[in-house]
């Protein structure tokens, strides 16, 4: 009877301390979002490079030259949510844990591409640039998409449009960074870009 007991003890406790393992994750994944950008103001960012980021008709849009815009912030764990639009010619993307805000790139950054006329389509639009292919390689072009971009420890998933491109786990020592938002080709179009630690 008293080894019953002491199970049923056991029982509790190991479902209780589950309880709250879940609660805690619950409360992580319910912090509060941080809007960086909601196409009203440029504040929450630092232009590099020559391209034309301009607020326009409610978003923030650039067709000219060659650049990005990199967040005052440095991100570590996170998720975001962006909203954006190019058109078909558009070379753009995310990146994120950016290394030197000051010479971005693929290697540098974790970069969620936006570029759909890409030569290699294994990286084009949904993929992580060298690091995690898509195939086949969605569309952006000429509506409004979403990305949904979460970065825990070296596990990174991405959705687009609310469909999995990615998920992939890389040992890469880039561990924290701002985020920077690519101008590189076409018409490029950020309307909301939403960031909440995990």
């Given at each position: 009877?008293?080894?019953?007991?002491l199970?049923?003890?056991i029982?509790?406790?190991?479902s209780?301390l589950?309880?709250?393992a879940?609660?805690?994750?619950q409360?992580i994944?319910q912090?509060?979002?941080?809007?960086?950008?909601?196409?009203t103001?440029?504040?929450n960012?630092t232009?590099?490079g020559?391209?034309?980021?301009?607020?326009y008709?409610g978003?923030v849009q650039?067709?000219i030259?060659?650049g990005?815009?990199?967040?005052?912030?440095?991100y570590?764990?996170?998720q975001i949510?962006?909203e954006?639009?190019?058109d078909?010619?558009?070379?753009?993307?995310i990146f994120i844990?950016?290394?030197?805000?000051?010479?971005?790139?693929?290697?540098n950054?974790?970069?969620?591409?936006?570029f759909?006329?890409?030569p290699?389509?294994?990286?084009g639009?949904g993929?992580?640039?060298?690091?995690?292919?898509?195939?086949p390689?969605?569309?952006?072009g000429?509506h409004?998409n979403?990305f949904?971009?979460?970065?825990?420890?070296?596990?990174?998933?991405?959705?687009?449009?609310?469909v999995?491109?990615?998920?992939v786990?890389?040992?890469?020592?880039?561990?924290?960074?701002?985020?920077a938002?690519?101008?590189?080709?076409?018409?490029v179009?950020?309307k909301?870009l939403?960031?909440?630690?995990?």
């Amino acid at each position: 009877m008293k080894r019953s007991l002491l199970k049923l003890g056991i029982v509790f406790l190991v479902s209780g301390l589950w309880g709250c393992a879940d609660l805690n994750t619950q409360q992580i994944s319910q912090a509060p979002w941080e809007t960086l950008l909601d196409g009203t103001n440029l504040n929450n960012w630092t232009a590099i490079g020559n391209a034309n980021w301009r607020l326009y008709e409610g978003s923030v849009q650039a067709e000219i030259g060659n650049g990005f815009l990199v967040s005052n912030k440095t991100y570590q764990d996170f998720q975001i949510q962006a909203e954006f639009w190019v058109d078909d010619e558009a070379n753009s993307g995310i990146f994120i844990r950016v290394s030197d805000p000051k010479l971005i790139n693929a290697v540098n950054a974790y970069e969620v591409n936006i570029f759909d006329k890409r030569p290699d389509p294994t990286y084009g639009t949904g993929s992580i640039v060298n690091v995690a292919k898509v195939e086949p390689m969605p569309k952006a072009g000429g509506h409004w998409n979403t990305f949904d971009i979460t970065a825990k420890g070296n596990h990174y998933v991405v959705f687009f449009n609310g469909v999995k491109t990615v998920d992939v786990t890389n040992n890469n020592l880039l561990k924290a960074g701002p985020i920077a938002l690519q101008y590189a080709a076409g018409v490029v179009k950020f309307k909301r870009l939403q960031i909440r630690p995990i």
